[in-house]
């Protein structure tokens, strides 16, 4: 709707209401007061009708005493009829035969006016009885004196109460009318009325009249309808529609002709900014008035104006601002970088919320919060290394740990221990979206501690922010605002969880929870690039279980694959937090070493191959009986850049020495042969060094922790002892007094760490 359309409907709401409101309450004024009228008019003629009917009763009955009490009944009976008092007299003997009856009867039945309860039917005459006894009281017999209900007493009832009556015939339903005063064509509509009327209950005709009923009841047996018509002016209704039908006539015209005129600067005004959002900018807007919008006029020529400069400003500034486009588009596409979007979620909370600082803490390991993002709180947060809150301490551990926010102020001697000193502060929980009261945490992995399960009904994480700007407390709007951003908060760390899961999943393989072959493929051409480089050695191992097909054949593949779970538990805990295992496919594994060389790695062959040999792999055999199977393995080794030039072909070379090792007899492993066409080769079954040794070279220290690489990918997880490296000067495979291993016994390397790549066994 235009502004016009509306300008009118609000005149109009405003002019034409009033006059609406005022014919409907002189409507419906007019029809209450009618209808009191018309209710006391009928209550005035009910109540003469039963004076009128009780009269004729006492009427009758000193009529029937005068016949009784005479010694000529029959001439007494005479005098009582030619004057008037009853139409009938009936004298009956003690056996009820009659003795006497005047001629002319009315016709049955006759209803007798003292009986307590009118039974219905028809209604010939009105009577009353009196009993004949002699001096000493015995029964002589009756006499009745009637008085006949024709249209002459209907008649006379009218003339009485100076309302129609309608006297019904109650013989048979449907009940129909005996006789009545009513017109023609209204009697239909006066007992269609009465048939749904009670004793006292009052109704309407659609031909405008009012309708009661007026017995039968004790003392006034005729079933009587009383009607009168209405006293509202038969026109008024349509007058009323007339007047409302003027008034909203003239009301549309003046309306619209003041919003015509109201509407007309603004719509020049709406045609000027059409032209100058189309680019013309010489468009003006004529003020025609001082008024409000006269001075909205004016202040658009002047924005025109003043627009024309800025577009010189616009075009020197459009290449700073596709390098800010860059930024935001590189900013958004980081979709799985919690701590950039944590970042942006906190600079938006505290920009919308007006506060001077806040902090993102996420749930660890352990039941404590830590601070993964802060603004503001440099110098302010108590303590250093991780700022953990344990869940349930101070403000938002109770608020991590309960789910409800929190706000108010807080004075300098209450503040919780752990926490940043605050006047104000306001804190809100957040959970995954797809989390529920009591839901466990992540599973714990098959070997080796994992993350530990949430706490039931404890949040994800806390968004807090301290001190608004200004002094004032965080107020309810604040709340709502904070629980926008907290929302968002969880849906970013349930993506980056979701994502590092289903990148856990793509690349480790499900039975043995090693690497798969195609992270094999990645770290093999990552960990070649690297070595050469810089100019280091990475050593290949390709293990293959001895005879597995037969433990499949003689046990089942449920027993087999135990043994490849229970085969892969054991590579772990024999490897160094640097180096990966993999799956290379069925019961074929790698076991890639970084900055380790040939000697490093047939000391770890060695190893490896005496913890698969030395305890036999207990199974469930076929017939439910737990058997321990002794498992075998071998080996073949190859070196990166000693036996290859590619990791294809190094991976190939240790595939060549692995297939000599089988050949040798199994249980043992073999060195692949060097770039000249030599090969190192240990001893069958002793699995010592070959007579040629590759001269030791030195190595640099790898460090056992976490990293993460630009390329995203996973790498080795944190070790036991953060600070174990390889000896400078000494293979990397012969570390920790000639384990192989650096620092603690550890288990296997991963990035997002696949289960059971921990610490090893």
């Known amino acids: 709707m235009t502004l016009r359309g509306r300008l009118t409907a609000a005149f109009l709401a405003v002019a034409f209401g009033p006059v609406l409101l005022g014919a409907v309450f002189v409507a419906s004024t007019v029809a209450t007061v009618d209808r009191s009228r018309a209710t006391e008019r009928l209550a005035v003629a009910a109540t003469a009708v039963r004076t009128s009917i009780d009269a004729l009763c006492q009427q009758l009955r000193a009529a029937a005493d005068a016949v009784a009490l005479a010694a000529d009944q029959a001439g007494a009976a005479s005098q009582v009829v030619s004057r008037g008092l009853a139409a009938a007299v009936l004298v009956t003997d003690a056996a009820g035969r009659v003795s006497y009856a005047t001629p002319e009867a009315p016709p049955a039945p006759w209803r007798d006016c003292t009986a307590p309860t009118p039974p219905g039917g028809a209604i010939g005459a009105l009577a009353v009885r009196v009993e004949l006894r002699d001096a000493a009281g015995t029964a002589l017999g009756t006499v009745t004196a009637a008085q006949p209900v024709d249209p002459g007493l209907v008649a006379r009832l009218a003339a009485v109460t100076g309302v129609a009556v309608t006297l019904l015939d109650g013989a048979a339903p449907p009940v129909q009318v005996a006789h009545t005063t009513e017109s023609a064509g209204g009697r239909d509509a006066v007992l269609a009325a009465a048939a749904s009327l009670g004793e006292e209950g009052v109704t309407g005709t659609p031909d405008g009249r009012y309708v009661r009923r007026a017995g039968p009841v004790a003392g006034q047996p005729l079933p009587l309808v009383l009607s009168v018509p209405s006293d509202q002016q038969p026109g ?186 605050c006047r104000t502060y306001i804190a809100v929980p957040f959970a995954a979206p797809d989390a529920g009261p009591g839901e466990a945490g992540p599973t714990q992995p098959a070997d080796g501690p994992g993350p530990a399960a949430e706490p039931a009904g404890s949040a994800v994480g806390v968004l807090a922010l301290y001190d608004r700007l200004g002094g004032e407390e965080f107020d309810d709007d604040d709340l709502v605002t904070l629980r926008t951003f907290a929302g968002h908060a969880a849906v970013a760390v349930d993506n980056v969880r979701i994502h590092e899961e289903v990148q856990r999943l793509s690349l480790t393989d499900p039975l043995t929870g090693l690497w798969n072959y195609r992270y094999l493929r990645e770290s093999l051409r990552r960990e070649v690039e690297r070595a050469s480089r810089f100019g280091r050695r990475v050593s290949f191992l390709a293990l293959d279980l001895d005879r597995f097909k037969k433990v499949n054949d003689t046990y089942g593949h449920a027993a087999g694959d135990t043994v490849l779970a229970e085969f892969a538990r054991r590579v772990r805990g024999e490897i160094r937090e640097v180096d990966l295992a993999f799956r290379h496919g069925g019961e074929e594994f790698v076991v890639l070493l970084p900055e380790t060389d040939t000697r490093g790695a047939t000391i770890v062959a060695e190893r490896l191959g005496a913890a698969i040999r030395d305890t036999p792999v207990t199974v469930m055999g076929h017939a439910g009986v737990r058997e321990a199977i002794p498992v075998t393995v071998s080996i073949g080794i190859a070196v990166y850049p000693d036996h290859a030039d590619t990791g294809q072909q190094v991976l190939e070379a240790a595939d060549e020495a692995l297939y000599a090792a089988k050949a040798a007899g199994r249980d043992t492993w073999r060195v692949a042969a060097g770039a000249d066409g030599d090969t190192d080769l240990g001893d069958a079954g ?27 990918l996973p790498r080795a997880g944190l070790g036991g002892d953060h600070g174990a490296s390889v000896t400078p000067g000494e293979p990397a495979g012969a570390g920790s007094a000639g384990t192989g291993r650096t620092g603690r016994a550890g288990g296997a390397s991963s990035g997002p760490h696949p289960p059971g790549h921990g610490r090893g066994r």
């Not at 468009?283 to 919008?293: K, L, T």
């Not at 699995?687 to 390329?711: F, H, I, Y």
């Open 236 to 421: 008024l209704h349509a007058l009323l529609v007339a007047v409302v039908l003027l008034a909203a006539v003239l009301g549309v015209a003046a309306a619209w002709r003041l919003a015509r005129v109201a509407t007309r600067p603004l719509v020049e005004l709406a045609g000027a900014v059409d032209r100058v959002a189309a680019g013309d900018l010489t468009a003006r807007v004529p003020v025609r008035s001082g008024d409000e919008i006269g001075r909205l006029a004016g202040a658009v020529n002047r924005m025109t104006r003043e627009t024309g400069g800025y577009l010189a400003a616009l075009a020197s500034s459009r290449d700073q601002l596709r390098g800010h486009l860059a930024v935001l588009g590189d900013t958004l596409a980081s979709t799985h970088d919690l701590q950039r979007i944590l970042r942006v979620i906190l600079h938006s909370a505290l920009a919308a919320t007006g506060a001077r600082a806040g902090a993102v803490l996420l749930t660890e390991q352990g039941g404590v919060l830590v601070a993964q993002c802060t603004e503001g709180l440099d110098g302010c947060w108590p303590g250093t290394g991780s700022r953990g809150v344990p869940l349930g301490s101070g403000v938002v551990g109770a608020v991590a740990a309960t789910g409800q926010p929190r706000r108010g102020r807080m004075e300098p001697a209450t503040v919780p221990s752990g926490e940043p000193g």
């Open 686 to 712: 002793t699995g010592s060094m070959a007579a040629r040794v590759t001269p030791p070279t030195r190595e640099l220290p790898v460090p056992a922790a976490a990293c993460s690489p630009e390329d995203g």
